[in-house]
Every structure is written in structure tokens, then in C-alpha cells.
């Protein structure tokens, strides 16, 4: 019997590629955004362009039982959108009532299992001031104190998640993504993440060339690439993991070292000039010790490998835009 599935956000980055992903299993697949996938047509089954939260709307997306429903429909962006503290009153009301109308419209239709998308943006801010020693393990999560309203509407929505879990006998899933990147994702404008940032400030750079980085540059991250991502999602959902997981690399890297490494890539000659700009914590790295030990695998691509891979894309998105 074919699997039915929704992918709410389907037109964003990390929805697109899932969606590719499970249509290629042989699910029939059912997609919903504000805007088709940007970059590409949608390979789903059946494409709903409409607002989440807008409980009519979720409604008629969830007009059976779905056997997967993937909740990664979220306003976000990156560091320039997330920490100027001018959207907090949009993200933690849309993202809170998109949650709140799909984990209730699935409760009323039976619909077990949900895979929300969670992030590391979560963690006490406190424990990550150390850009060498971070800590994400999944316990470290409370007390809380996340560095952002952003963080704090995921938090808010895990613990919504769980409720269902606990109260209405669901299988809720939860991972928490740490900087997801790759092809296809959104590379300018304002809420594009640091790898796309600074492959497209390193792209647009002359040779020899100087570009722009936020801060002094020795803050670190750990980046995932898409593929991984996927696979991570897809794999947790179908798990009887109950509590929520790190789904990122555990490939520490510093900004300034991370444009140096996408520089190497371009063969060009880059300067780090770094300047004042959001940054959000000093230091963040994804604990694996869990995933492993819940799902028996973890991700365990280079970070050049799917930098070189995002460089040649963004590239060729920089060269056409000329």
C-alpha cells in the first residue's frame, strides 16, 4: 500500500529535497507553503499553496489520515534576520500558531506520527559561550535560556509535541537541526545561513579580494549538509525515539576558518576583514553520543565535501544573476 505523506514548508529549502527524497521511496506525497520551491519545480504528488496559520486552511491540507506528516513550516532565516530582535513579534506568532493548528488538525484526524523540526537555536545560551567547548547534548536543554525568540518558539513547540505524545497517544518526532546547508537553499537577501552567506560574498569577490565577516571570526558552528539532513529526518520519524535528538554535524569549525575553507575551494585569494553584525552564541557544536545511541547512526560527511558542492551551485547562481 502507498505511503501517504505531507510536508508542511514543502517550498522551502530543507522540504524541497524531502520531498524529492520521499517521492523517490514511492510515497505519494502532498506539499503545502506559502510559495512553490524556488529553485526548482516541486516533485510532489499534490502542491497546496496556502498559509498555516490559517486554520481553515490547515484543515483542508488535512483532509484524511496521512501515514508521515514532516512539520517544518517556520518563519525563519539566518543570524540577520534572527538576532536584530526586529521580527521577534512575527517568528514566535507565526511559528507558534502554524504548530499549534498542525499538531491539533492531526490529533483530530488520528494522524500519529509528525516529525517537527526543532533546532539547536534551543540551548541555553549560558552553555554555549566557550567557542571551543560547547555544549549541546540533548539533557543540557534546561534550565533554559535560548539565545533568541526564535529559540524559545522551538522550545515552546517541543514541549507542544510531547503534550500530544503524552495526552492524546501520539508518536510525535522531534529533531533538532543544527545550520542545515546545500544547494538549492536561499543564498541572498537577508535570511540566507553563513555557508551560503560567505559562498556567495566569496563567489562576488574579485581576485585577490576582501570580504565582510560578522564579528571576530573565532565563533564556532557545525554545518549539515542537505543529503544528511534528509536522511536524519526520515530516519528519526520512523523511529520509536521518544525524546528529542541532534540531527547535525559534529564537525566543529570557526567562521574565519569555515571562509578560508570555501575560499580554498574557489582557488581564489580571500582577506577576512571582520566586522561588527549579529553573531548569536559564541560557540555550537552538535552532541552525536544520543542519535547514535537511539538511531544507530549519525552523519559523517566532510564539511569541505558539501561546501565544494554548495560553492559550485551558489556560483553558478551568482554568475547567472550578473
Request: contains cysteine; glycine residues 10%.
Amino acid at each position: 500500500m502507498t505511503k501517504k505523506v505531507l510536508v508542511c514548508g514543502a517550498g522551502g529549502f530543507i522540504g524541497c529535497h524531502l520531498v524529492n527524497r520521499l517521492v523517490a521511496e514511492g510515497c505519494w506525497v502532498r506539499g503545502v507553503d506559502l510559495k512553490f520551491p524556488e529553485f526548482s519545480e516541486t516533485t510532489a504528488h499534490d502542491f497546496v499553496i496556502g498559509d498555516l496559520r490559517n486554520q481553515s486552511v490547515v484543515q483542508a491540507v488535512v483532509d484524511c489520515r496521512f501515514d508521515e506528516v514532516y512539520q517544518l513550516a517556520a518563519d525563519m532565516g539566518g543570524a540577520g534576520y534572527i538576532f536584530t530582535g526586529d521580527h521577534d513579534a512575527d517568528i514566535m506568532h507565526n511559528s507558534a500558531t502554524i504548530n499549534l493548528n498542525i499538531a491539533d488538525a492531526c490529533y483530530k484526524r488520528n494522524i500519529k506520527r509528525i516529525f517537527y523540526s526543532s533546532s539547536a537555536c534551543m540551548y541555553p545560551a549560558y552553555n554555549q559561550e566557550d567557542p571551543n567547548n560547547p555544549n549541546c547534548a540533548e539533557d543540557s536543554a534546561y534550565p533554559a535560556n535560548p539565545d533568541s525568540e526564535y529559540g524559545w518558539e522551538k522550545l515552546f513547540s517541543e514541549r507542544l509535541y510531547l503534550s500530544y505524545n503524552r495526552n492524546h497517544g501520539m508518536e510525535c518526532r522531534i529533531g533538532r537541526y543544527h545550520n542545515i546547508f546545500g544547494p538549492q537553499g536561499t543564498w541572498t537577501g537577508g535570511k540566507e545561513k553563513a555557508p551560503a552567506a560567505l559562498c556567495r560574498k566569496v563567489a562576488e569577490a574579485d581576485d585577490p579580494g576582501v570580504i565582510d565577516v560578522w564579528g571576530d571570526g573565532s565563533q564556532t558552528r557545525s554545518f549539515l549538509y542537505i543529503d544528511e539532513c534528509v536522511e536524519g529526518t526520515i530516519r528519526m520519524l520512523r523511529s520509536d525515539c521518544e525524546v528529542p535528538v541532534n540531527i547535525g554535524s559534529d564537525e566543529m569549525i570557526s567562521i574565519n576558518n569555515l571562509v578560508r575553507m570555501v575560499a580554498s575551494i574557489s582557488g581564489k585569494q580571500i582577506e577576512i576583514r571582520n566586522i561588527p553584525g549579529p553573531e548569536g552564541v559564541r560557540g555550537r557544536n552538535s552532541d552525536n553520543t544520543l542519535i547514535r545511541e537511539k538511531l544507530g547512526w549519525a552523519p559523517e560527511m566532510p564539511l569541505k565535501d558539501g561546501m565544494a558542492r554548495t560553492y559550485s551551485w551558489i556560483a553558478e547562481q551568482v554568475a547567472n544573476a550578473r
